[in-house]
């Protein structure tokens, strides 16, 4: 067998407003991916998905990248990256040519897909993905494969999904800083919908709703494709910045307070459990602030009503108003908060399920989360030979780049003198 160097690599990085996290997997000679190796750091300057701190930034996705090559024994030039920050756009063009009546070959679905270029252009918006999704038959729809059917009209919907320039080109820029170059950059939702929602799901009817530190994203996915966006500026960070507010701790002891002790649902043992918070500034070894955790409760689920208020509103706005069948799925890390699918499927009456990527060989058991979601949902699109009308031209312009860990070293050495 082949040592995993001589194999293809591929390598997914998630810049989140949280963590900055790396995967390196591998297609085995089955086709399947298998990992290699991972990362993870914490996010610097990443503000509600935006790059405000270009060297903060950078320093996060190189440590990230440097863990899981070390771990895998590989080293990669270029990575396939995730966006999720407000602006993204999600649009439906539909194309159709001429035949004649005769029957559909390779090439006539080819021209029909050049013909599509011409109608994907978004008036200055960067297009991140342009796929076609279902073709028409002389206006017959829902085709999945057109070619040797005899047709007098062919068209195809294709999904586009764009985004403004500029935090795409910092995206970019921060990622070639580290010296690596970038395949594609993939929008989160996209990612996410690929790792934790099945085929049937994304046919019939669901949404998403993608839970991150600061942006929560909500896609609508029918008929096999995403057909609607939503960002919210709220996400689980938000709980965590509250509680410290709330009882004057630092960060990490909020956190550590959401994760143990934190849920969405409320019982009446709360008034009697009590809990530890040591406040900014206490005596090292002094006695620390004891709250219950009912109080605890109070502020973290004044959060999860507003975010959840913020959900529906968007649901509805994408037209997610059909039968109480059909689902929502939560993901990103802030559907790690207990009992929030619970809570969330009493207040949006119809079924919530907690989203997790789907398990890929060899991957940690702690990257298992829907946390990861977008990230295993990357190299999962990575390793796809989906057809895709456009490139980002960031990645065009990306250029030659160092060569794997040392060519990097070599470049950040001369950038120091």
């Known amino acids: 067998m082949p040592a995993p160097s001589e194999k293809p690599l591929i390598a997914a990085l998630d810049i989140g ?34 790059v405000t701190d270009m060297e903060s930034s950078e320093v996060a996705v190189r440590e990230a990248v440097e863990i899981a090559e070390r771990i895998s024994g ?30 559909v070959v390779e090439d006539d679905v080819n021209e029909l897909l050049n013909a599509g270029k011409g109608a994907i252009d978004r008036n200055g918006q960067v297009v991140l993905h342009a796929q076609p999704a279902l073709y028409t ?11 040797g059917l005899h047709a007098d009209r062919l068209g195809v919907d294709i999904h586009v999904i764009a985004a403004d320039p500029a935090p795409l080109r910092n995206i970019d820029y921060v990622i070639r800083s580290a010296h690596l170059g970038v395949r594609k950059i993939v929008a989160s ?15 019939l009817g669901v949404a998403l709703v993608e839970m991150g530190a600061e942006v929560t994203n909500v896609s609508l996915h029918a008929g096999g494709m995403l057909v609607g966006l939503r960002s919210i500026p709220l996400g689980a960070k938000d709980i965590t910045d509250d509680i410290a507010c709330a009882f004057g ?49 109070t502020v973290v689920r004044q959060r999860v009503e507003e975010l959840t208020n913020q959900i529906e509103v968007a649901l509805k706005s994408l037209g997610f108003t059909g039968p109480v ?46 946390a990861f ?38 470049a950040v050495l ?3 003198y």
């Open 325 to 370: 069948g059909r689902q929502v799925v939560l993901t990103g890390g802030g559907a790690e908060l207990k009992n929030i699918a619970d809570y969330m499927q009493g207040v949006l009456g119809r079924a919530v399920r907690v989203g997790r990527p789907r398990t890929l060989t060899g991957l940690p058991e702690a990257h298992g989360g829907p």
């Open 17 to 50: 407003s949280s963590k900055v996290s790396a995967l390196i997997v591998t297609k085995d000679d089955d086709g399947r991916l298998r990992v290699l190796g991972t990362g993870q750091r914490e996010s610097r300057g990443v503000k509600r998905g935006f």
């Open 414 to 416: 001369k950038q120091s």
């Open 74 to 103: 590989v080293t990669i030039d270029d990575v396939w990256a995730s966006f999720g920050a407000g602006g993204l756009v999600s649009d439906i063009a539909n194309v159709e040519v001429e035949l004649g009546g005769h029957q």
């Open 249 to 297: 701790v630092q960060r990490r002891d909020a956190e550590r307070l959401k994760c143990f002790y934190g849920s969405a649902m409320t019982s009446p043992r709360d008034n009697h459990e009590m809990i530890d918070a040591a406040p900014i500034g206490g005596d090292e070894g002094g006695e620390p602030t004891r709250i219950t955790r009912a109080q605890l409760m």
């Open 137 to 147: 038959i002389d206006g017959v729809e829902g085709v999945k494969h057109p070619v």
């Open 189 to 203: 939702p996209v990612a996410a919908a690929l790792a934790c929602l099945t085929a049937e799901e994304r046919d």
């Open 373 to 410: 979601s977008t990230l295993v949902g990357l190299a999962m699109l990575a390793g796809q030979d989906a057809r895709d009308l456009t490139d980002l031209p960031a990645a065009q312009r990306a250029g030659k780049v160092a060569n794997g860990f040392f060519g990097r070293m070599l």
